[in-house]
């Protein structure tokens, strides 16, 4: 969060508590969310400078600690996530000047996400580009150029550019995700 705001919170901690390398002070939520909310401080010190982050929250943790403990045993599984789709999709240096434009990039963005793991899921499962993750698959399968034949509004042939390296191997692939 905001560097600023944290600091700011940080003047307005009355209780400091240690826990490892860092100290935890809690200061009233603002009372305009629609739930309660905790606000917890963190402060830490850095190459001889402290350091202030901020957490909301609306957890009941009976203790700073807990709630300490609870946000390390997250996993971080959400960071990877996002790092991923960021790094799949190309989404990092995407961004809309209209709030409408940013909403359809963000919708458009989910189908991309959903679409992937739909095909990694029914396509590439049991195959060897199943250690791939979403950067491998568009930067090396999905941007293989090719032609796709059609007779009736069905996919009936599947041409890719023999020269790239992973073609015959997606072919076969392909075709177990249409025929799936």
Known sequence: MNHHRAHSLAKLVKRWDDYRDVSLGEVPGPHDYPRSV?????RRQEKGRLIYNYYVTTLSTASKRLFLQDYDARGAAEIEQFRNDKQG?????????SFLGQKAFVLLTDLAHNLMADFYNK??????????????????????????????????????????????????????????
């Open 38 to 42: 905790r606000l917890f401080v963190k």
């Open 89 to 97: 999709l190309g989404l990092a240096a995407r961004r809309k000047r």
């Open 123 to 180: 396509a590439l499962i049991n195959s060897r580009f199943e250690p791939f993750g979403p950067k491998r698959i568009v930067r090396d399968l999905l941007h293989t150029p090719g032609l796709l034949s059609f007779d009736d509004n069905k996919l009936s042939q599947v041409d890719l550019l023999s020269l790239k390296h992973y073609s015959k191997a997606l072919v076969s692939v392909l075709l177990r995700y249409i025929l799936d």
